[in-house]
């Protein structure tokens, strides 16, 4: 089992930026994660993942170069830096752990066994 329990979320203006966290208790080693976001009427999608090591990152296309995946020295938290924020980013941004111990980072929501609760960002304009 794997907890996850996310912050960092909040309004920003078009432009801003936001630093979002994510930590993780329980089995955690070998665990890779990922960021995924969710919009009103919007099927979840994926934003950005990294894997246990931290040497590989993912990344959603729609975020390249504007958002940053990374994680803490002790492997169990996973931090979001999102920059250049724009309206289109509003979103509950949730944080997701795939157990696997898979090779490679998935992209897939259905890969990823556990969930944290979700955490509001909204960006105006």
């Known amino acids: 089992q794997v907890q996850l329990v996310e912050s960092g979320g909040g309004l920003v203006q078009a432009g801003g930026s936001l630093r979002l966290s994510c930590a993780a208790s329980?089995?955690?080693?070998?665990?890779?994660m990922a960021w995924f976001r969710q919009a009103p009427g919007r099927e979840r999608e994926f934003v950005a993942g990294?894997?246990?090591?931290?040497?590989?990152?993912v990344y959603a296309d729609a975020v390249k170069g504007q958002f940053t995946i990374s994680k803490g020295n002790a492997r169990n938290t996973v931090s979001l830096q999102m920059n250049s924020l724009r309206p289109e980013d509003t979103a509950v941004y949730f944080c997701?752990?795939?157990?696997?111990?898979?090779?490679?980072?998935?992209?897939?929501?259905?890969?990823?066994?556990?969930w944290g609760q979700g955490t509001q960002v909204t960006v105006s304009s």
């Open positions: 997701a752990a795939d157990a696997h111990l898979s090779v490679v980072v998935s992209t897939v929501p259905a890969q990823y066994e556990y």
């Open positions: 329980g089995r955690t080693f070998g665990v890779a």
């Open positions: 990294i894997n246990w090591s931290g040497g590989t990152t």
